[in-house]
């Protein structure tokens, strides 16, 4: 299919009145604002396309395009509308598509009277998701992941759906929740447990919809005042992203399911409430004043019994261990440098849980100080978010724009490895650099040649006397033999500060100077990188970071997410597209100024000389899911090639590597003519093509006398076969 037709086909999707926009191979939008960039407007999506001609197109659902979807997926997905409709009755035709992954997709007529369809995930059943307000699909004939591209099943016009249907994927209204007041109790604190221990054995597939039920589940138990909404948010955040799930996902999931989840509160089974008291977790007619557990006679005769509330000689409330809880202005002074510490948006419920607020006159004063500072002007109310405050920043740092304009200003701070430069990309003062990548893609090898680029000793365009260069993972020797494969002596390398360290890094960077992390290793709690990037970009004033993250294969992202996207200007993604052979791509540059928009381009390159060099495969280009197959072949092929190259080495030339039957005789080639055949038939599995035409010649003799050029000609064809000429 010729790159023009996804081009050709978004504009006739726009001009019928459907916004669409573009998006990568990994259906992910590639426009500023996302799916809100959707647009009919032909001209923008003329512009869009001329940048990226093979971009898949996105369509935005809901009432900008009056229409919903409804989204079957395999396995399970087609089995279980089969269920539905012998019980609801069937669909009705109408527009409909095969995704790439072998799923379907019905297209049905916005619905009038009010009625709102939300995207939802296996609300219907599992399997079935709905794409309405605030979603997209992608449209044919765009490429999917799999190769398989979309295609439309039936052109049908495009109907409303049937009211059994409406009824199932419709929002209902909500209802209206309190909480009752209550902090993390033993029964909240089992059941978070559970749901953690359940989201953590989730297979493939089936992790976000146990995630949203986990979610709806533990959002119960908030109404019902057995959790606080962040506990159960920070660990359900953290579990699903030691899954794998991307940050963007898991926090609408949790979001949407909590917000469900609290429509219905959800109490302890039995009658009895937990409580935690002087560091005793029971229940309420269970636990005596002294704190311990009551006796059976203790029961009986106190099964009426509340634990009293602590209190030090002044009558100040204290915790299990004495210590008094202040209350008035040390809580207040307290509070206010709780605030200025991060100045960031909070909510209420976090000032609670970071000052260890139970008492519920404490909460009530926290409330009142809040209150007061939205009044002094220090923070302001988030619209739209209840128990949401904002730090006011008052004082404005303008940016003095107006004289930077000569070239030499203009120039690069730092050199870029495998001609990024040459694309225009810049990297400016307080810049932030990631360079997310499998491991064994090359990683330390680009972070190296970066080092080795920029310091003065080694580059004569070197810019740094002395840099930092923090490592997680190589000792001495290890970080020596990798600097002296670059082969200069060693003493040029002494301003490369080497520098052991796993984490805080803000405290330690030089703001001025070019400091490289190689790698910001993260275990668990994967959400905390975007924090950590934030925290050293406040930090740098003329410096620039380099940061290399660990990505799982298949992803452009590290493994805390999109997370890691905020901050950084440029975003390169590293990944091994087969043993030995890598791929960069570009998924994020900011400062660019040449006319060709970088983002979305690719290279390929191979890690050599001990790690020292990064040989350039190809130019700068998008690539295609297909493409990228095909040109992994050709490694792989490659691969092949140089290893028989290597066995043979210790073979003469003149040695036989083949043998073939010729009117009862024994005719061989040698290796040196087989060499000459793979450097002319570059691509074609030589060998393999030789060896079974040998094999051939035996079994059913098809060779004459001239038997040497019906060979060669026999891999001349193969190989226009394979270039499909």
């Not at 962040?230 to 399911?257: D, P």
């Not at 979305?600 to 280009?621: H, I, Q, Y």
């Not at 072949?633 to 290597?646: F, G």
């Amino acid at each position: 299919m010729a790159l023009s037709d996804n081009t050709s086909a978004a504009l006739k999707y726009a001009e019928k009145g459907k916004p669409v926009f573009p998006c990568n191979l990994e259906k992910q939008p590639i426009t500023s604002n996302g799916f809100k960039s959707a647009t009919t407007k032909t001209s923008k999506v003329s512009e869009w396309w001329k940048e990226t001609p093979t971009a898949s197109i996105g369509m935005a659902t809901g009432k900008v395009s009056s229409l919903w979807v409804l989204d079957v997926d395999m396995p399970e997905g087609p089995g279980n509308l089969d269920a539905l409709e012998k019980e609801y009755g069937p669909l009705p035709a109408t527009l409909t598509q095969e995704t790439g992954g072998g799923g379907f997709q019905f297209f049905f007529e916005w619905p009038g009277n009010g009625t709102e369809i939300r995207n939802s995930a296996s609300k219907v059943s599992k399997g079935i998701d709905v794409r309405g307000n605030g979603g997209y699909v992608i449209l044919p004939p765009s490429p999917h992941p799999s190769g398989t591209p979309y295609k439309w099943l039936k052109t049908d016009p495009i109907v409303p759906a049937p009211t059994w249907l409406i009824n199932l994927v419709k929002k209902q209204p909500e209802k209206k929740s309190t909480p009752i007041s209550g902090t993390n109790n033993a029964y909240g604190q089992q059941a978070l447990a559970n749901e953690i221990v359940a989201l953590s054995c989730s297979g493939e597939g089936e992790r976000n919809d146990q995630l949203n039920r986990s979610a709806y589940s533990l959002g119960q138990l908030i109404a019902g005042g057995q959790l606080d909404i962040s506990s159960v948010e920070n660990s359900l955040r953290g579990a699903a992203s030691g899954l794998g799930l991307k940050a963007s996902e898991i926090e609408k999931t949790i979001a949407s399911g909590i917000r469900s989840g609290m429509n219905e509160p959800r109490y302890p089974q039995n009658e009895l409430d937990y409580v935690e008291f002087n560091g005793q977790i029971g229940q309420i007619g269970q636990i005596g004043q002294n704190g311990h557990q009551r006796t059976e006679s203790d029961r009986i005769g106190q099964a009426t019994d509340k634990p009293p509330v602590l209190t030090d000689n002044d009558g100040q409330p204290t915790d299990s261990n004495g210590g008094t809880r202040k209350i008035g202005e040390g809580l207040k002074s307290a509070l206010k440098a709780w605030i200025l510490m991060d100045k960031r948006q909070f909510r209420i419920q976090d000032a609670y849980n970071d000052l260890d607020i139970r008492n519920r006159q404490q909460k009530k004063n926290v409330s009142d100080y809040l209150r007061k500072f939205c009044d002094d002007g220090l923070i302001e109310r988030s619209n739209g978010q209840r128990g949401v405050f904002l730090y006011k920043e008052s004082v404005c740092s303008y940016i003095p724009f107006i004289d930077v304009g000569s070239k030499k200003d203009m120039d690069s701070i730092i050199s870029l490895p495998l001609g990024l430069e040459d694309l225009g990309i810049q990297t400016m003062p307080g810049n932030i650099m990631v360079v997310a990548g499998e491991s064994n893609a090359g990683k330390t090898s680009l972070l190296l040649n970066i080092a080795k680029d920029n310091l003065k000793e080694l580059s004569p365009t070197g810019q740094y006397d002395t840099l930092k260069y923090f490592s997680s993972e190589m000792g001495p020797q290890e970080l020596h033999n990798r600097v002296k494969a670059f082969q200069e002596p060693m003493n040029k390398w002494a301003g490369m500060k080497a520098i052991e360290r796993t984490g805080d890094f803000h405290q330690v960077i030089d703001p001025d100077g070019l400091n490289i992390i190689d790698f910001m290793e993260v275990h668990n709690e994967f959400y905390l990188v975007g924090e950590w990037i934030r925290r050293i970009h406040e930090t740098l004033n003329d410096g620039v970071c380099v940061i290399a993250l660990q990505k799982k294969s298949g992803s452009d992202f590290g493994r805390s997410g999109e997370i890691s996207l905020e901050k950084p200007r440029l975003y390169l993604s590293i990944s091994e597209v087969i043993k030995g052979y890598s791929s960069c791509k570009i998924v994020k540059a900011k400062n660019y100024i040449a006319e060709r928009n970088p983002n979305g381009l690719e290279k390929d390159f191979r890690v050599t000389n001990r790690g020292a060099m990064l040989d350039e495969l190809t130019d700068w280009r998008y690539v295609q899911y297909a493409e990228r197959k095909k040109i992994n072949q050709e490694y792989e092929l490659l691969v092949k090639q140089e290893y028989s190259e290597y066995a043979e080495r210790s073979i003469p030339g003149d040695d036989y590597a083949y043998t073939f039957c010729v009117n009862g005789d024994e005719k061989p080639v040698t290796f040196r003519q087989v060499q000459q055949w793979r450097d002319s038939y570059k691509g074609l599995d030589v060998d393999e093509v030789l060896k079974k035409l040998a094999e051939d010649s035996f079994d059913k003799p098809f060779l004459t006398k001239n038997w040497f050029f019906q060979v060669s000609g026999m891999l001349g064809k193969k190989h226009k076969l394979y270039k499909g000429e």
